[in-house]
């Protein structure tokens, strides 16, 4: 059983939203609940997958 994660939404993948503006959001609201990692480059590349696993 899958459990919602705060702050997600299904409307997401229902949605006419592109990729690059769905990376653009996950991207923002990662950094701005997790400042202090690092590497952050991960996160369009880890976004990207899971968008394509939706498609």
């Known amino acids: 059983m899958r ?3 705060p702050g997600c939404s299904r409307r ?3 949605s006419a939203m592109g990729e690059d503006q769905i990376v653009a959001e996950v991207r923002a609201l990662l950094i ?4 202090e990692w690092a590497g952050q480059e991960w996160i369009e590349r880890g976004v990207g997958c ?5 498609v």
């Open 3 to 5: 459990t919602s994660t």
């Open 32 to 35: 701005e609940r997790h400042p």
């Open 50 to 54: 899971l968008c394509t696993e939706y």
């Open 12 to 14: 997401r993948r229902d």
